[in-house]
């Protein structure tokens, strides 16, 4: 049961997630596609100093796959973009996740790591 993937897939599915419900009200996400990626994020293998390592983030069109960047001599996450993670072509080199720009013309990061509730 890593990271509680089971619990929280329990709780989207019984239409209790506050998080979920949000989204769905703000992109054109199902269930389904939440679960999906709740699963990938909930895989997260952490890195060597057990720091997370993937988020998902909420987009107008559906749910993006991030890879988080952790510099363990200066402090700094960076949250990349990969093709390969999100429906792409694999081995491309990720681009660096700005956030994404929703239907109001205002840039949003809303993200989620395997340690948050959902």
Not at 36 to 62: F, S, Y
Not at 82 to 96: A, H, P, R, S, V
């Amino acid at each position: 049961m890593k990271n509680y993937f089971e619990v929280k897939k329990n709780i989207v599915l019984t239409g209790n997630s506050r998080i979920f419900n949000n989204w769905a009200e703000h992109s054109s996400i199902t269930a389904d596609d939440f679960i999906v990626a709740l699963e990938w994020v909930c895989d997260d293998p952490l890195d060597a100093n057990g720091m997370l390592t993937r988020e998902i983030a909420l987009a107008p069109d559906g749910i993006v796959k991030l890879r988080r960047i952790n510099d363990h001599h200066t402090g700094i996450t960076s949250f990349y973009k990969f093709e390969g993670d999100n429906g792409g072509e694999n081995g491309k080199l990720g681009t660096i996740w700005g956030g994404e720009i929703f239907d109001d013309g205002f840039m949003r990061k809303i993200s989620l790591s395997a340690k948050d509730r959902v």
